[in-house]
Structure formats: structure tokens, C-alpha cells
């Protein structure tokens, strides 16, 4: 795992712990886990505020993690 000189937080071992093909294989195994998606499931479930991560979400949006289409989310209107 190489952090770059960057600090150690959740978010930056989730996106290294993906990135990382032997060491995601890993961590499924330890969690017994069969797939990506339960992996990431596993690390919402332990902090959800990685959900929030500016650095994460822009990581997930440029990788495979991310299926289909962007789909654009409706502005909300000041009226009801």
C-alpha cells in the first residue's frame, strides 16, 4: 500500500484497499466476502461517512465501480 505522503484515513485505505488487487483479495478473504461490492459494503457499514468523501467520490466516479449511466439528479424548486 502506498499512501504517497498522504495521512492514514478511512477514506484513503478504502481507495487503496480497492486499488490494490492483492490486497483487496485480502480483505475479502479475511471478511469472507465474494465479491467488490460486499467489500465496500463492509467499509460503508463500518464508517458511512466515507459516502461523503469528496476524494472518494471523485475516485469511484473515474473507476469501474460506478455502473451505468451518470444520471443527473432534478434541482430542487423554491415552490411546492
Do not use: C
Amino acid at each position: 500500500m502506498n499512501l504517497k505522503g498522504k495521512k492514514l484515513s478511512i477514506q484513503n485505505v478504502f481507495v487503496q484497499t480497492l486499488q490494490d488487487e492483492k490486497l483487496k483479495n485480502v480483505m475479502k478473504t479475511i471478511l469472507n466476502l465474494e465479491n467488490d461490492y460486499e467489500l465496500v459494503r463492509a467499509f460503508l457499514d463500518f464508517d458511512p461517512s466515507i459516502a461523503k468523501s469528496k476524494y472518494v467520490t471523485k475516485w469511484l466516479r473515474s473507476t469501474k465501480y460506478t455502473n451505468g449511466p451518470k444520471r443527473k439528479i432534478p434541482k430542487k424548486s423554491g415552490s411546492l
